[in-house]
């Protein structure tokens, strides 16, 4: 098994010294920068390059500059997608965003996570779990959502949350670690 079929089946694996997710990343990393040095008003560029970054999006949708991810392709946005500036995504796994998704500044989404075992963490390894955010949601600024974590539709994260476990629809949920405070 590939180190790239271990990261797409939530297995261990070295992102490090594989050849082919390091080129991956690289080439993701160039467009990223190519996107990010645009003119903000040249939207048709804007998007032209990030056709080329994103796996999957929908007609209208906004990612404002700066924005950073490690490979793209796992990333999917829904109708109707606005980012704010400096959005990152560590997609080594599927980053899915439904539909009518509002992010703040300075979220980021880690799909990645090490083990807490030093010795195996120095090795260089790694895992990688899905992150999933429903429709009509809306993230306030500096939110950290982590590894494995989905939240359902209709919710409000409250600015500078950490969301480590996994939020049901319909509700506010705020703090670090974020959790549900009002249900809508």
């Avoid at 990223?32 to 998007?47: A, D, G, H, L, V």
């Avoid at 500096?142 to 359902?152: A, D, K």
């Amino acid at each position: 098994m590939t180190e790239k079929e271990k990261m797409l089946n939530q297995e261990i694996y070295n992102a490090n010294y594989d050849k082919e997710l390091i080129e991956e990343r690289t080439n993701t990393q160039d467009l990223c920068y190519e996107y990010n040095n645009i003119k903000p008003s040249n939207i048709e560029k804007r998007k032209e390059i990030l056709s080329k970054i994103i796996g999957k999006t929908k007609k209208e949708y906004c990612i404002e500059q700066p924005f950073w991810c490690d490979y793209g392709y796992n990333i999917e946005i829904g109708e109707n997608f606005y980012s704010n500036h400096n959005l990152i995504i560590l997609d080594g796994n599927k980053v899915k965003f439904g539909d009518d998704v509002f992010i703040a500044p300075n979220c980021g989404f880690y799909t990645a996570g090490h083990p807490l075992d030093y010795k195996t963490r120095n090795k260089g390894l790694e895992y990688a779990k899905p992150i999933t955010v429903g429709n009509n949601v809306w993230i306030g600024g500096n939110v950290c959502v982590l590894p494995g974590v989905t939240i359902g539709d209709n919710v409000v994260i409250g600015a500078g949350s950490v969301v480590n476990k996994d939020i049901p629809s319909n509700s506010v949920a705020v703090g670090n670690p974020c959790k549900v405070i009002k249900k809508l």
